[in-house]
């Protein structure tokens, strides 16, 4: 009799079991992923794992194969989203100018060419925190626990640098900067919205792709790649660099605009120094002569 209550009331349960163990897989396999420890195999061992079974390998690039669809589909989702604010984003991209009556289409096909890069620039900026989490998704789990908790809580401040640094070269540079262009030696310039747009996508891309630099350093440190006694003993060979990509990244000639982009560099080398250090590096000690 008891046997028959029993089965009664599993049966009764069975379906309530099932929605139990279905919500909370997510929440198990979240668990897993953040306990679990990568094997410590040395780097070349994992190369000769690799050549020896070409089957391991190709299972890491379905895998890539796989965030990077995703990462795609989402471009494409965030893409079709923002072609709907085409206009108020063209109206915002052509401000520092005097807004889109100061630009002249000459080709037939350059508006649509035009939309296209300001709808891929607005994209890429809407789906960053997601291609972001892709990437941490393939490269966590060869990652020690700890690592893998700080980079999933660094992300949002991926996101943050890198809207910083638009925002600095929307804001700063271009008012800065396009005035020398456009006056330069008196002649009168007829701007054309494919260069002018190309110019100040470039920019904004690049200036906050610059900007992630101390994010980069502090997870380099965390995996134990980077140092800070590294950064301290090549500050000026990084002086060096610094003024190299401001060169390149300045709209114009002049030392004003490109001291305008390289002390904020410089600021971020320095940022990039203080958080290896909160990331657990030492400085190495100095070398008795």
């Known amino acids: 009799m008891k046997e028959k209550i029993r089965a009664f009331f599993r049966r009764i349960n069975k379906p309530f079991r099932l929605i139990g163990k279905w919500i909370s897989a997510p929440f198990k396999k979240t668990i897993n992923f953040f306990q ?130 638009m925002a600095f070269a929307y804001y700063l540079i271009l008012p800065t900067g396009l005035p020398v262009l456009l006056n330069f030696l008196d002649v009168s310039t007829q701007i054309r919205p494919s260069s002018y747009v190309r110019f100040v996508t470039n920019l904004m891309f690049w200036i906050g792709a610059l900007f992630e630099f101390p994010l980069l350093a502090y997870i380099l440190t965390v995996m134990r790649i980077l140092s800070p006694s590294v950064l301290l003993k090549n500050w000026r060979i990084a002086v060096v660099v610094i003024a190299v990509l401001s060169a390149l990244v300045t709209p114009t000639i002049d030392p004003i605009n490109m001291l305008l982009v390289m002390v904020p560099l410089m600021l971020l080398y320095g940022l990039s120094i203080l958080l290896s250090l909160l990331a657990g590096g030492k400085p190495a000690p100095a070398e008795e002569s």
Do not use: N, W
Not at 43 to 67: I, N, T, W, Y
Not at 84 to 110: H, R, Y
Not at 115 to 130: D, I, K, N, S
């Open 36 to 165: 679990e420890e990568p094997g410590d195999a040395p780097m070349m061992d994992s190369l000769q794992l690799a050549l020896e079974e070409p089957a391991s390998f190709l299972e890491h690039v379905g895998a890539l194969r796989k965030h990077i669809l995703r990462s795609v589909v989402v471009l494409l989702i965030c893409a079709a989203v923002c072609f709907a604010f085409l206009s108020p984003l063209l109206e915002f991209i052509a401000q520092p100018i005097g807004g889109l009556s100061e630009l002249q289409a000459v080709d037939v096909t350059e508006p649509i060419g035009v939309g296209m890069r300001v709808v891929l620039l607005a994209a890429f900026a809407v789906a960053l925190p997601y291609i972001i989490f892709e990437i941490f998704l393939f490269v966590a789990p060869a990652l020690p626990r700890r690592t893998r908790v700080i980079g999933l809580f660094t992300i949002p401040l991926v996101v943050i640098f890198f809207f910083g640094g």
